[in-house]
């Protein structure tokens, strides 16, 4: 660790080593400070659609959190890992699942739209009671 | 049962918006709930939402149909078909079905867009009944629920009903939920 950033200091890491491992860096506290704002609503949130809208963000937020983790530790060379097709298809298996997520989070909104609009039916009965009022005080 | 008409005429007289918590006798219950909402669509013709976590929705409209109640006046948000059913239940002309009784956090959110959607400047909220409400979800959880409710209603501008059944055990409840309303009624 010490070494990567003697490295970073002196320059000699090459430039997109250095912009992975930074936009590593947003992603990971970004998805910190959204992880734990969402854990606190999700607690006070009883059972239903809505928490398990906000248990399926959770995810795809850990999710977001994994790859910049993952990238963080391809960037400061912790660890080797294998052949390069190895890293490759691990680093698409979290973007992919991570896709999977937004898309299903996407469906769930829909889902919740659906059920809790209630526009057309509110409109529906406003015109009714205006209509039944107009006839009980004819002009 | 013309009292609750009376009662509810001679207590809510000159409030435009208010909270009551209704103590309604088991045997006179259901007649109770059906005058208070004549007395709301018929005698003040205002449009709202029926919160039923007693009576499935198909039983409550036929219910209110046979007393000749105006149920296109009426949007209807029912926690408790789903929990006896299998078949997927989707949202109807004028009902929307809610998992459970123990969904609170949905609940409330069903009745705030339910609220927000009637353009009427005058509407009500009747919850049916704090009662069944307590058989599903912890005593605790239910005070904190109608407090949230309650404060809600005073936002909205709404005329808001909770209907409970006088039991022994919900002595505590009722005491502390009467605090955060404005009047109570008793139907015994």
């Known amino acids: 660790m010490t070494e990567l950033f003697v490295r970073l200091a002196e320059g000699a890491l090459p430039a997109t080593t250095v912009l992975i491992l930074l936009y590593a860096l947003l992603c990971i506290i970004h998805a910190s400070f959204s992880l734990n704002a969402l854990k606190k609503a999700k607690n006070e949130l009883t059972s ?3 928490k ?13 959190f994994i ?5 963080i530790l391809l960037s400061i060379e912790v660890f080797q890992i294998g052949p390069d097709l190895l890293r490759l298809i691990i680093s698409n298996l979290i973007v992919i699942s991570f896709l999977m997520y937004m898309t299903y989070l996407a469906f769930l909104a829909k889902d919740l739209g659906d059920e809790f ?13 205006k209509d039944k009022k107009s006839k009980k005080q004819p002009l | 049962m013309k009292k609750v008409g009376s009662i509810l005429e001679n207590k809510l007289k000159g409030l435009n918006d208010y909270i009551a918590l209704a103590l309604v006798n088991s045997k006179k219950y259901q007649k109770t709930n059906i005058e208070i909402l004549r007395h709301l669509t018929q005698k003040e013709n205002i449009p709202g939402i029926y919160v039923t976590i007693n009576k499935p929705y198909n039983v409550m409209v036929t219910i209110l149909k046979t007393n000749k109640i105006d149920t296109d006046m ?10 006896g059913s299998e078949k997927e239940l989707k949202k109807t002309e004028n009902c929307l079905f809610i998992e459970s009784p123990k969904d609170l956090s949905d609940i409330g959110i069903a009745m705030s867009q339910a609220i927000d959607s009637i353009k009427s400047k005058e509407k009500f909220i009747f919850l049916d009944s704090l009662s069944t409400l307590l058989i599903y979800n912890h005593a605790g959880t239910v005070a904190k629920f109608m407090h949230f409710l309650t404060s809600k ?3 909205w ?8 059944l006088e039991k022994e055990s ?3 409840i009722i005491a502390e939920l009467s605090q955060f309303c404005d009047i109570t009624l008793n139907f015994k």
């Open chain 1, 48 to 50: 239903g659609k809505l």
């Open chain 1, 52 to 64: 398990k809208f906000m248990g399926s963000l959770y995810i795809t937020i850990t999710l977001g």
């Open chain 1, 67 to 71: 790859y910049g983790l993952w990238n």
């Open chain 1, 117 to 129: 609009g209630f526009r057309v039916m509110g409109k529906k009965i406003s015109e009714y009671v």
């Open chain 2, 74 to 83: 009426i949007i209807f948000i029912d926690a408790i078909t789903k929990l």
């Open chain 2, 153 to 155: 209603m005073r936002t």
């Open chain 2, 157 to 164: 501008k709404v005329r808001g009903i909770i209907i409970s």
């Open chain 2, 170 to 172: 919900d002595k505590d």
